[in-house]
């Protein structure tokens, strides 16, 4: 069955069963606690926890979703950063269909979900029960364990030996975001091998060994997560599932990896080259995200998810380099992707050749990058002993032009070469995340970065552009003393030493208006210190710098050392208001801002 078929059928299958077709959200979801939208139930969130479902008690979708918490296992058989899940959904049992007697309408719970996707998977799909195996959560950390999910797989005609439970980490699922519904869950695996590796019988489902595929993820939302990560049992109890279509094609279409499965195979055939499968499943997962991603508007750049984007297209672009294959096969590899899904998704037709663009523009920075970054590994080998380079060195490429690992590696490679003490480079990597990572929590008032909102991200440029506009309006003697950021409102502690007038004040907020409106790009540069100081780059005198800094440029209008993160440009920031001044202080004022 091929995967246009395998949509159809699924949603077809729970149509019948009184479900509503929905169609895909958009990959950027609504809720902005995320920077993608992961998983098929994000869009239905809030009918989770109690608000009115437009769709009534019963959803069916197949919804495109991005992860990157899997990105460094991309290359394997089966994981991937774009894929399109498969999702049933109830939303809670409505008393007013059940005194209908309308049980199709009402919503259900673990009894049905279970039966129905076991249902599905041997009547529709054709798949073997014998092949099917099911995990269910064992219990953990004041949490029973799912014995209901096991009797009802038992009562369902699965074999005991194929029911296995874990733990907190493997069976649960949830929340996404800072809070939302979780709950236990059931997970479907299918054997694609069908005999165990050398572990024998330790080859169970979740074995690494590429035997198990996971398949179907059957949620059972019963608990509320709130931020303070407390759980609270949900009065209406929901089901959601996500079935991996790309992994549901392997196990109909007997495949061993999702890589051979219709869904690639016209990617794959243009990268099918030497004898390096993982790199060729690397650039065929990361096209996909990345077409989808800029047929979404989204920009490569050193923020955000312009970022993400950013790193997948350098990661292809690294990767045909390594391949020995031509940089031009990247449009071959757009243009599949494109044809591949059009029938499905329109967007991606429709936008065609300004996806072409922006994967050339950022071609065409690459090499440039690349060309800058020879240049300088070019002196090093010069300059060092017996030309050899460093781990510090490709960390030096690294940081200052992006240069990657990889292509470091590729030119060491081809001058018959090895990188010297190639750790150096990871060291010093994660020593550098380190303190940026201390910087911005420091400069959050102690929220990491993984908590940062997107409205503490606006204030956080806006920040900057109030320190460049205070010192237009006021003079070059106004320096930081102090920051702090909540997602309502920003504070900001300066050098001076009187109360500002109205006009000032006025004038001020003007100023970083104007900056809002002419939506200047904010530009991430990696520095030596020295240099980014010497450059007129604003420093905060209370912060231990490293030797490398980030710099952020607003414009010209702005430059700072800082950890960021901060917005891709202040078009994003909407209007700025000055709330209030006050003094702290003798020489200190605080002005406290927020943006409508
Ligand atoms: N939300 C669950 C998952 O993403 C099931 O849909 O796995």
């Not at 049933?88 to 719970?109: M, T, W």
């Amino acid at each position: 069955m091929n995967s246009a078929q395998l949509r159809k059928i699924f949603l077809e299958f729970f149509e019948k069963k009184g479900h509503k077709i929905v169609p895909s959200s958009s990959l950027i979801p609504s809720d902005p606690s995320v920077l993608f939208t992961t998983a098929g139930m994000q869009q239905f969130k809030p009918y989770f926890l109690g608000e009115k479902s437009p769709y009534g008690n019963r959803a069916v979708s197949v919804q495109k979703c991005l992860r990157t918490s899997d990105i460094d296992e991309v290359g394997d058989e089966s994981h991937l950063t774009f894929f399109e899940m498969l999702g049933n959904f109830s939303f809670g049992v409505s008393a007013e269909a059940l005194s209908r007697n309308a049980k199709d309408e009402a919503g259900y719970f673990k009894k049905e979900a279970i039966e129905m996707a076991i249902e599905f998977l041997t009547k529709k799909c054709k798949l073997s029960k014998k092949k099917l195996w099911f995990t269910f959560f064992s219990g953990q950390a004041g949490l029973p364990a799912d014995a209901d999910s096991k009797n009802l797989l038992l009562e369902s005609g699965i074999a005991p030996e194929r029911i296995l439970s874990f733990n907190k980490e493997t069976n649960w699922w949830g929340p996404t975001g800072n809070e939302g519904p979780c709950g236990p869950t059931v997970e479907i695996h299918f054997d694609l091998l069908g005999k165990p590796c050398d572990s024998g019988e330790k080859c169970l489902p979740n074995c690494r060994c590429g035997r198990f595929i996971e398949i179907w993820n059957l949620v059972f939302n019963e608990y509320y997560q709130n931020q303070a990560g407390e759980l609270s049992a949900l009065e209406q109890k929901g089901v959601d599932t996500g079935m991996g279509l790309e992994r549901l094609a392997a196990a109909c279409q007997k495949k061993n990896s999702v890589f051979e499965t219709d869904l690639f195979a016209p990617i794959m055939k243009i990268v099918n080259k030497g004898d390096n499968p993982e790199k060729q499943r690397v650039i065929a997962d990361h096209i996909r995200s990345a077409v989808f991603l800029i047929s979404e508007d989204i920009m490569p750049l050193n923020v955000e998810r312009g970022y993400v984007l950013r790193r997948l297209l350098r990661k292809i672009f690294t990767n045909i380099e390594i391949l020995g294959l031509e940089q031009k096969k990247i449009y071959e590899l757009v243009k599949a992707v494109i044809e591949n899904y059009q029938d499905v998704y329109p967007e991606l037709g429709r936008n065609e050749e300004g996806i072409i663009t922006v994967v050339q523009q950022e071609s065409e920075k690459f090499e440039r990058a690349k060309e800058a970054g020879r240049k300088i590994y070019d002196k090093i080998k010069q300059s060092a002993p017996e030309g050899r380079i460093t781990g510090a060195n490709a960390f030096d490429l690294y940081s200052t032009h992006s240069i990657p690992l990889e292509i470091t590696e590729e030119w060491v490679r081809r001058d018959n070469m090895e990188i010297k003490e190639r750790d150096d480079f990871f060291k010093l990597q994660k020593q550098h995340q380190e303190i940026s990572r201390a910087g911005a929590e420091k400069k959050f008032g102690g929220l990491g970065q993984e908590a940062i909102s997107p409205e503490a991200i606006k204030l956080h440029t806006a920040t900057h552009l109030l320190h460049a506009s205070l010192r237009k309006v006021l003079g070059d003697s106004v320096k930081q003393m102090g920051s702090d950021i909540t997602p309502q409102r920003l504070r900001f502690d300066f050098s001076f030493d009187r109360k500002l007038s109205d006009e000032e004040l006025r004038k001020i907020e003007e100023t970083v208006n104007e900056k809002i409106r002419e939506n200047l790009f904010v530009k991430k540069e990696e520095r030596p210190l020295k240099e980014a100081l010497e450059s007129g780059a604003l420093a905060f005198f209370k912060e231990k710098y490293p030797d490398i800094v980030s710099v952020y440029s607003i414009g010209e209008f702005s430059k700072e050392i800082c950890a960021g993160p901060h917005s891709e440009s202040t078009g994003a920031l909407g209007n700025f208001k000055i709330i209030k001044q006050e003094s702290v202080g003798s020489g200190i004022r605080r002005i406290k801002a927020a943006l409508h």
